[in-house]
C-alpha cells in the first residue's frame, strides 16, 4: 500500500540530505521565525506552501479507518486532559539497546550498541498550557501561534510548538528537568528490540500523526492532541514518539560511533532533533521520517510549526554532560 512512498527513499542520490542543509540554512530561506519569505526570489518555495504551510495531495491508493474520518482522532478539547503542571514522566530502565540503522541514510548509521543507566522521560509531549504556564512565570515571551499569551482556543493539549531549542531547554529547567539525549530518546522510543516504529516494524496509518495520513485525508495537516494515538505507543507507554511534533534533543549532530561518512554539517553547529511530525517535509526530500533511528538537525535558533520537546530527568546524580553547552 505505501510501496511508492517508501521507495521514495531508493530514489534518493547517494550522498543526498534529506533535512535540506546540506544546501542552506533553514533560516537563510525562512528567517529565524520559520515563515518562507514571500518575494519572487522564492517563488518556488510557494509553489509547495501556503503560509508557511505545505499544501496537501490526495493518493489515492491510501485508505484510513473509520470511514476516512480525521474526527476519529479528536482534534480539539474544550477542558485540557492533562493540565498546566510539568507532564508525567516514565521510567526507563537501565540496559542497552539497538540504536541506528544500516537499512537507510548515511547518518543513521551504522546500527550499534548503546547502555544507559536508568532515567525518567515525559510521557507526553509539552503541551501549549503546561508551555503557557512556564511563561506566565518567567515573563518569557509567548510562541508565535499564541494570541494575548494564549494558545488557540481547543489547542490546550496539543504540543507546544513555534519554539527553540533555547525555549525548549529553559522550560526543561524551570520544570526541574532536562533534555533527553539523542540515544535517551532513541532508547524511550524503540526499546531494546531494535524496532523501526515504536509499535514494531511495520508502519501503520493509524498510530501516529504523519503528514502520510494526512494526505490520505485529503486534508491539511496540523498537529493534534498529544496522546490520541495510544496504539502507537513506545514499548514504556511514551506516546507521539513518532509523528506529532519534531523534538528538541540535548545533543549535537555528530556522526555515530563507527560512522566514516564525514559531513560538514557534523559539529557543534546544530542540535538533532527526534520523531518526525505531521508536517510534509517533501520540499526538503527528507522521506519519511516516523522510524525511530530518524535524524533531523537544526540551528538551536529555528522555530517554527512542527518543532517542540518532551523533558527528561536523571534518575540517580552523575557527573554532567555538556551536550547543553550551546556555545
Known sequence: MLSSVWAAWADLPADANHHGQALLDCEGCHGAGGVPARDESRARCLTCHEGGVPRQRTRGDLRVSAADDALAVPMYYEVSRFGEAPGEM????????????????????PEHRVYLPDYYMDKYEVTNLQYRAFIE??????????????????????PVTFVSWFDARDYCRWAGKRLPTEQEWEKAARGTDGRIFPWGDQFDIDRANTPVRWEALGRRGDTTPVGAFPAGASPYGLHDMSGNVWEWTASWYLPHPGNTRRSENFGRLYKVLKGGSWWDCSFYRCGISAPTFN???FNPRVKNASFGFRCARDAAPHAGTDDEDPT
Open 137 to 158: 512565570d518567567t515573563g518569557r515571551r509567548s510562541p508565535r501561534h499564541f494570541r494575548n499569551r494564549t494558545y488557540p482556543p481547543g489547542k490546550a493539549d496539543h
Open 90 to 109: 516514565v521510567r526507563i530502565p537501565a540496559g542497552e539497546f539497538v540504536m541506528g540503522s544500516d537499512s537507510r541514510l548515511s547518518d543513521e548509521g
Open 295 to 297: 535524524r533531523s538537525f
